[in-house]
């Protein structure tokens, strides 16, 4: 069943690319979907996997590659962090599901993120949880980078005072 | 007191009137009618009463986390009085999800996690489901019935809300 979720995946990016002539309004259709995704997937992960609250950016960096890229995807991606504030994180993937069987991106769709439904779902997935983050591709095995990475960015947290949740 | 006629003779009623349209006083005045049984319990909340509360129970807690003497309080996890305990179960996402049990009522902490994967499973899951919306999913409600069934017999009996 694997097998048949990277098949419908690469279904859909594909009818996306008959559907939209631009790379970029691809890409953006991809995240919009994958944030939709995210924060219905949060509550799944969080019931799943009974994880206590994160106490720093690194933490919850690591908890995106080792728990739920891992229960999710089946891979654990290494985690690094970029940035002397500590808000800038990477995830290097050296194997990713999604692109089995894709080889290469064709000519006329150069910068079509093909994976970018996952930078959506992260995104969206840590907006539930009240952090807000910009989620891109840094690098992309399919346009020739030697890795997959994945870049995280904390941006100043969206709560204040006024409107906690907790 | 408190409490008012939720069936007669097994068939529920209808406000004043039993379920094959007859007045409940008139009824129970008759004594060819007899013998009746009769089912008392707490009057059922309407939608509306459920969102009201809700919303002031969400308030409640808000102040009680801010209020507690304790640093990095997360809230009313619960309120005991004389005839029920509610329960109170926070997610990272702020999302609560409440129940009210008999005292006597054990295993609530798992029910709630438990009713947790319910909704993430059959309410989130659901593409027609909006976020925030009352959720009318019948898988959600089948499944949380089974859940309460379960938990009901595992812990002692009571009713649940």
Same mark, same amino acid.
């Given at each position: 069943s694997?097998?048949?979720?990277?098949?419908?995946?690469?279904?859909?990016?594909?009818?996306?690319?008959?559907?939209?002539?631009?790379?970029?309004?691809?890409?953006?259709?991809?995240?919009?979907?994958?944030?939709g995704?995210?924060?219905?997937?949060i509550?799944?992960?969080?019931?799943?996997?009974a994880?206590?609250?994160c106490?720093?950016y690194?933490?919850?960096?690591?908890?995106?590659?080792?728990?739920?890229?891992?229960?999710?995807?089946?891979?654990?991606?290494?985690?690094?962090?970029?940035?002397?504030?500590?808000?800038e994180?990477?995830?290097i993937l050296?194997? %990713?599901?999604?692109?089995?069987?894709?080889?290469?991106?064709?000519?006329?769709?150069?910068?079509?993120?093909?994976?970018?439904?996952?930078?959506?779902?992260?995104?969206?997935?840590?907006?539930?949880?009240?952090?807000?983050?910009?989620?891109?591709?840094?690098?992309?095995?399919?346009?020739?980078?030697?890795?997959?990475?994945?870049?995280?960015?904390?941006?100043? %947290?969206?709560?204040?005072?006024?409107?906690?949740? %907790? | 007191?408190?409490?008012?006629?939720?069936?007669?003779?097994?068939?529920?009623?209808?406000?004043?009137?039993t379920?094959?349209?007859?007045?409940?006083?008139?009824?129970?005045?008759?004594?060819?009618?007899?013998?009746?049984?009769?089912?008392?319990?707490?009057?059922?909340?309407?939608?509306?009463?459920?969102?009201?509360?809700?919303?002031?129970?969400?308030?409640? /807690?808000?102040?009680?986390?801010?209020?507690?003497?304790?640093?990095?309080?997360?809230?009313?996890?619960?309120?005991?009085?004389?005839? /029920?305990?509610?329960?109170?179960?926070?997610?990272?996402?702020?999302?609560?999800?409440?129940?009210?049990?008999?005292?006597?009522?054990?295993?609530?902490?798992?029910?709630?996690?438990?009713?947790?994967?319910?909704?993430?499973? /059959?309410?989130?899951?659901?593409?027609?489901?909006s976020?925030?919306?009352?959720?009318r999913?019948?898988? /959600?409600?089948?499944?949380?019935?089974?859940?309460?069934?379960?938990?009901?017999?595992?812990g002692?009996?009571?009713?649940?809300?």
């Amino acid at each position: 069943s694997r097998e048949l979720f990277v098949l419908t995946y690469g279904a859909l990016v594909a009818q996306l690319c008959k559907d939209y002539e631009k790379d970029e309004d691809v890409n953006t259709c991809l995240d919009r979907m994958g944030y939709g995704i995210g924060i219905r997937l949060i509550e799944d992960f969080l019931a799943r996997s009974a994880v206590k609250k994160c106490r720093s950016y690194s933490e919850t960096a690591d908890m995106i590659a080792q728990v739920a890229f891992k229960m999710y995807l089946g891979v654990t991606p290494s985690v690094s962090c970029s940035s002397a504030a500590g808000n800038e994180f990477s995830l290097i993937l050296d194997k %990713n599901p999604l692109v089995d069987f894709v080889e290469e991106l064709p000519a006329e769709r150069a910068s079509l993120c093909y994976c970018n439904l996952l930078c959506g779902v992260i995104r969206g997935a840590l907006e539930m949880v009240h952090l807000s983050a910009e989620v891109t591709f840094l690098q992309d095995k399919l346009k020739g980078d030697a890795v997959t990475e994945i870049g995280i960015v904390f941006l100043k %947290n969206t709560e204040d005072k006024k409107h906690k949740r %907790n | 007191v408190g409490h008012a006629v939720l069936a007669i003779n097994g068939a529920e009623v209808n406000g004043r009137l039993t379920a094959d349209g007859k007045d409940i006083m008139e009824f129970l005045g008759n004594p060819a009618n007899y013998p009746v049984s009769i089912r008392f319990g707490r009057h059922r909340l309407s939608s509306n009463e459920k969102l009201m509360l809700a919303s002031m129970f969400h308030s409640l /807690f808000a102040i009680g986390s801010q209020l507690s003497p304790e640093l990095g309080s997360s809230g009313i996890e619960m309120l005991e009085t004389d005839t /029920f305990k509610l329960h109170c179960f926070q997610t990272l996402t702020g999302i609560k999800f409440v129940v009210l049990a008999d005292p006597k009522q054990t295993g609530i902490d798992s029910l709630l996690r438990k009713i947790y994967e319910i909704y993430s499973d /059959f309410a989130l899951k659901n593409p027609f489901y909006s976020l925030e919306m009352p959720i009318r999913c019948e898988l /959600f409600d089948q499944n949380l019935k089974l859940a309460l069934e379960v938990a009901e017999k595992a812990g002692s009996f009571g009713p649940g809300s």
